[in-house]
């Protein structure tokens, strides 16, 4: 499944940046995210528990950032695991100034999700539609935490 999207949040970039890489942040306006440890250099472990339609799982995995460049673009890799199935994603985020507005970033993402097991094969109708649901709460608690 494809993700893409694009938001506008309502300060600097070098905030936003420093925003999303704080762990802690993430763990609190992440939908579904329970715990996120740093494990290396811009590695971390994951635990989440998401609902989709009927199938309900909590998943173990790992979370890597890659290809940083502060403060306008990085790379997420996700890898999750559980009973339920197994969720692969890619992620690439794109941060820049709005130059119309002071202080306002336009973020732009797009990536893609492959899921498989039970869950992808009871989930898969809804996917799109749960996929823009996190990624709109995310996005909201983002600005409520700004």
């Given at each position: 499944?494809?993700?893409?999207?694009?938001?506008?949040?309502?300060?600097?970039?070098e905030?936003?940046?420093?925003?999303?890489?704080?762990?802690?942040?993430?763990?609190?306006?992440?939908?579904?995210?329970?715990?996120?440890?740093k494990?290396?250099?811009?590695?971390?472990?994951?635990?989440s528990?998401?609902?989709?339609?009927?199938?309900k799982?909590a998943?173990?995995?790992?979370?890597?950032?890659?290809?940083?460049?502060?403060?306008?673009?990085?790379?997420l890799?996700?890898?999750?695991?559980?009973?339920?199935?197994?969720?692969?994603?890619?992620g690439?985020?794109?941060?820049?100034?709005d130059?119309?507005?002071?202080?306002?970033?336009?973020?732009?993402?797009?990536?893609?999700?492959?899921?498989?097991?039970l869950?992808?094969?009871?989930?898969?109708?809804?996917?799109?539609?749960?996929?823009?649901?996190?990624?709109d709460?995310?996005?909201?608690?983002?600005?409520?935490?700004?």
């Amino acid at each position: 499944m494809k993700l893409k999207g694009d938001y506008r949040i309502n300060t600097s970039p070098e905030k936003l940046w420093d925003l999303l890489m704080d762990p802690e942040v993430l763990t609190r306006i992440t939908p579904g995210i329970k715990r996120l440890e740093k494990n290396g250099q811009n590695k971390y472990t994951t635990l989440s528990e998401i609902k989709i339609g009927p199938v309900k799982g909590a998943f173990k995995g790992e979370l890597e950032i890659i290809d940083q460049v502060p403060p306008s673009k990085f790379t997420l890799v996700l890898k999750q695991r559980s009973k339920i199935g197994n969720i692969n994603a890619n992620g690439f985020i794109y941060l820049k100034n709005d130059s119309s507005v002071t202080d306002m970033t336009e973020v732009h993402f797009e990536g893609e999700v492959k899921i498989s097991g039970l869950l992808a094969r009871t989930g898969q109708r809804v996917m799109g539609a749960v996929a823009k649901t996190l990624t709109d709460e995310f996005f909201n608690s983002l600005s409520m935490e700004i």
